[in-house]
């Protein structure tokens, strides 16, 4: 049973910063690509950061270029994205994703994912 449980979340000022985690567990995840995606009233889910497990190879979201961070600890079964000069546009509940590999390409869309984790909400206040 794949398990990916979510934490790091808060309220924060624009400008600032907060590291979520994300602890993944019932399986090896090597052959797996990692998400962040998120979800603010009203909208539809969005891609934010995937890495590749096994190489560490990122990819990120044009809105989040050069500001968020997504990084895994194997030895901690942990992927972490690391948020900075955080906007009111990012506040949204932040979910874990896990996609087993069948391409190099880490997918954005949801809809490719097979595990996800139930989401820890990000404040950003103006």
């Known amino acids: 049973q794949v398990q990916l449980v979510e934490s790091g979340g808060g309220l924060v000022q624009a400008g600032g910063s907060l590291r979520l985690s994300c602890i993944a567990s019932?399986?090896?995840?090597?052959?797996?690509?990692m998400g962040w995606f998120r979800q603010a009233p009203g909208k539809e889910r969005e891609f934010v950061a995937g890495?590749?497990?096994?190489?560490?190879?990122?990819y990120y979201a044009d809105s989040v270029k050069g500001r968020f961070t997504i990084s895994r600890d194997k030895a901690k079964n942990t992927v972490y994205l690391q948020m900075n000069n955080l906007k009111p546009e990012d506040t949204a509940v932040y979910y874990c994703?896990?996609?087993?590999?069948?391409?190099?390409?880490?997918?954005?869309?949801?809809?490719?994912?097979?595990?996800w984790g139930q989401g820890t909400q990000v404040t950003v206040s103006s």
């Open positions: 994703a896990a996609k087993f590999v069948t391409t190099s390409r880490i997918p954005p869309q949801a809809s490719e994912y097979d595990y």
């Open positions: 890495i590749r497990w096994s190489t560490g190879n990122t």
């Open positions: 019932g399986r090896t995840f090597t052959g797996y690509h």
